[in-house]
């Protein structure tokens, strides 16, 4: 898992994962790097600026606007029940699919 963390800190930006949700739209999964991480605590959802500058703590947080924003989630996962946590950071671009990875840390 060391490896994993390592290689992720080389190079994080704008890679892309697969996120799973349940039917209510809460995170349960994300695959990324051929791994399934299951999430294993409450995700942090955020809603900000679409530009993908800064950290999630200081993205611009939406509050009955009509514009689209990009969408950010910070989730906490783990491979196994052995193996350390890690924070994900994954980001949504207004009008796209696809989730990128905008940064991963390990505990």
């Known amino acids: 898992m060391a490896a ?8 994080t930006q ?41 950290s999630m703590d200081d993205a611009d947080v939406v509050v009955d606007t009509p514009a689209v924003k990009a969408e950010c989630w910070r989730l906490q996962v783990q491979a196994s029940s052995a193996s350390p946590l890690h924070t994900l950071e994954v980001r949504r671009q207004p009008g796209r699919n696809e989730w990128l990875l905008r940064d991963v840390s390990g505990e």
């Open 14 to 54: 704008g890679e892309p994962v697969e996120v799973r949700f349940t039917p209510r739209g809460r995170p349960l999964a994300v695959r990324w790097r051929g791994r399934l991480w299951p999430v294993v605590a409450e995700p942090v959802h955020e809603v900000g600026q679409p530009d993908g500058t800064g």
């Open 4 to 11: 994993i963390l390592e290689q992720a800190q080389q190079r």
